[in-house]
């Protein structure tokens, strides 16, 4: 799959969002190394705290499906009724809960229509939080 496709999956998924607080809409695709993509659209709740991100409900998603290891993830957000950010970029907590299974050469594609962004997870979270094993 190419990072363009990817990134239109991560465009078409951003119209399902959920978010009549922010009328921030994000969506994502990830992509698993057997070339299986999982979608997600950020989900927001009046309680902030139980706000699910675009990345983590398509991480989930991975997850409960048995995927582990993922080659790419894009990402494309902005504002309700209006065109995407060129640049929208996971947040910390997500950066955070990606590193648990996503590798430093990881893509991480961004961008909208008309641009597109790669980089590396690592670029973008050089230092995860990780649990010393004892």
Do not use: W
């Amino acid at each position: 799959m190419t990072d363009r496709e990817l990134l239109n999956l991560a465009l078409r998924a951003r119209g399902n969002a959920y978010a009549p607080y922010s009328h921030f809409c994000v969506g994502a695709a990830l992509l698993a190394e057997d070339d299986r993509v999982y979608l997600g659209a950020n989900v927001e709740n009046s309680s902030y705290p139980a706000t699910l991100c675009a990345e983590r409900a398509a991480l989930a998603s991975a997850v409960t499906d048995g995927a582990r290891r993922f080659t790419a993830i894009a990402i494309a957000g902005g504002k309700e009724g209006e065109a995407p950010l060129p640049a929208c970029v996971p947040c910390g907590v997500c950066r955070q809960a990606l590193s648990e299974f996503c590798m430093p050469d990881t893509r991480v594609v961004i961008g909208d229509e008309n641009t597109l962004t790669v980089t590396d997870f690592g670029v973008l979270f050089p230092a995860p939080f990780t649990l010393k094993e004892d």
